[in-house]
């Protein structure tokens, strides 16, 4: 079973899970988030998981679908930290309902994300619900790290790349492990699945950091150069101050489409388009470590290649 044939599976059961009730603003924007599209990466490694590991990928429905509400919960209370006007090439929630609606919108795909964790019956459930609930902390904690770091007057590599595993990466690793453990692999094996999706999510992550920078707008369904308008002490800000004393200097010295333009500028002339992407090539060749380590187990791994290669070649 192919990458394309699992997210198909995934959509086909996203089209029949709907939310209803009333009052129909707060169920009519939590669908509309849901609708907004994306790669719906981490439902397909809920079922690839379960896939690998010769489960039936149906049976994995109801916790990929848990997982990919979880995400979504997250991004609208994100883009009202991050006062973002567009996901995916369209308004934000708050934008198109206002903050309010917004935050009890969030607040109620969380729970119906355990809604549906509990409607799941197969093995490993309370294993599962645990990894998950674990997870969801990790997410809180990684998300404040990132605001925090805001205010933090110098930011480590180490410390950056921590925040993004735990605000990213982590989620990854939860939806390959959760549909291991879905088609009743050992807890040992579904660890290995883990370690092996974080590598993925930090590399989808560094991704991310690169094209928000360098990105087309057409392409990537946002605004180019968001991070750098915020201020935001990514990767790339850390090892511009790493390379030059100075950059908060000249970093704060333009404001807003001014202040992209000149930073994309500097951090070309730097290199750093070349560095990141040598960063994130690092976590890719991790990620293949592991999944040799997955085959002489005696699993399959065809599609977890497959999901690497197009994490890796994504332009969007």
């Given at each position: 079973m192919q990458l394309n044939a699992l997210t198909q599976l995934y959509l086909d059961f996203l089209k029949s899970e709907t939310f209803i009730g009333t009052p129909t603003t707060l169920y009519d924007s939590m669908n509309?988030?849901?609708s907004l599209g994306g790669k719906r990466i981490r439902p397909a490694l809920v079922l690839a998981g379960n896939h690998m590991a010769a489960g039936t990928p149906n049976s994995a429905l109801p916790i990929a679908h848990a997982i990919e509400i979880f995400h979504n919960f997250s991004l609208v209370h994100d883009d009202i930290m991050d006062a973002a006007?567009?996901?995916?090439?369209?308004?934000?929630?708050?934008?198109?309902w206002n903050e309010p609606t917004a935050i009890l919108s969030g607040d109620n795909l969380l729970i119906f994300a355990y809604k549906y964790l509990l409607n799941y019956d197969g093995p490993n459930k309370d294993l599962i619900l645990s990894i998950f609930s674990d997870t969801a902390v990790?997410?809180?904690?990684?998300q404040q790290w990132d605001m925090e770091?805001?205010?933090?007057?110098?930011?480590s590599e180490e410390n950056y790349l921590l925040m993004i595993q735990y605000k990213t990466a982590v989620l990854l690793g939860?939806?390959?492990q959760c549909g291991g453990l879905s088609a009743g692999i050992s807890k040992e094996h579904s660890h290995l699945l883990y370690e092996l999706a974080i590598d993925i999510g930090m590399q989808f992550q560094l991704m991310d950091d690169?094209?928000?920078?360098?990105?087309?707008?057409?392409?990537?369904?946002k605004k180019s150069g968001g991070d750098i308008i915020e201020g935001k002490k990514t990767w790339l800000y850390i090892k511009s101050e790493e390379l030059d004393k100075n950059t908060e200097s000249w970093f704060n010295s333009y404001l807003g489409d001014d202040r992209v333009t000149v930073i994309k500028q500097h951090w070309l002339s730097m290199g750093l388009d070349k560095m990141i992407l040598q960063k994130a090539e690092h976590y890719k060749l991790r990620a293949e470590?592991?999944?040799m380590?997955?085959?002489?187990?005696?699993?399959s791994s065809e599609i977890l290649t497959e999901i690497l290669d197009f994490l890796s070649g994504r332009k969007a």
């Open positions: 509309y988030i849901m006007l567009v996901r995916r090439g369209n308004p934000t929630v708050h934008v198109k990790k997410i809180c904690e990684g770091f805001a205010y933090t007057p110098a930011v939860c939806a390959l690169y094209l928000d920078a360098f990105g087309e707008e057409f392409l990537i369904g470590n592991k999944i380590s997955w085959e002489q187990l005696g699993y």
